[in-house]
Nanobody
């Protein structure tokens, strides 16, 4: 079965950086588009970034220029590099396949203090 395991979250001050990782198993990773989402308390889960199997990327306007999504097909892992973090980036971050099966990982908490 498909499994996704996120890691790399933590607590940082505004302006800091983090790199999230998502290890994927149970699918042929290299042919799958991947996505990162986030959910802040009281908010709906929102799409943050996507990357296609051909490394074409897209970003939410709120993170453009600050976040970078990438992938390593040899490691079956997708990454989210987050720079210039803001308190409003505080959320649980999740990765997911961009196409079925639409399985969620457990998420990783990112907390940005001002």
């Amino acid at each position: 079965q498909v499994q996704l395991v996120e890691s790399g979250g933590g607590s940082v001050q505004a302006g800091g950086s983090l790199r999230l990782s998502c290890a994927v198993s149970g699918v042929i990773f290299s042919i799958k588009a991947m996505a990162w989402y986030r959910q802040a308390p009281g908010n709906q889960r929102e799409l943050v970034a996507t990357i296609s199997s051909g490394d074409i990327t897209s970003y939410a306007d709120s993170v453009k220029g600050r976040f970078t999504i990438s992938r390593d097909n040899a490691k079956n892992t997708v990454y989210l590099r987050m720079n210039s973090l803001k308190p409003e980036d505080t959320a649980v971050y999740y990765c997911r396949l961009a196409t079925p099966p639409l399985v969620w990982g457990q998420g990783t908490q990112v907390t940005v203090s001002s």
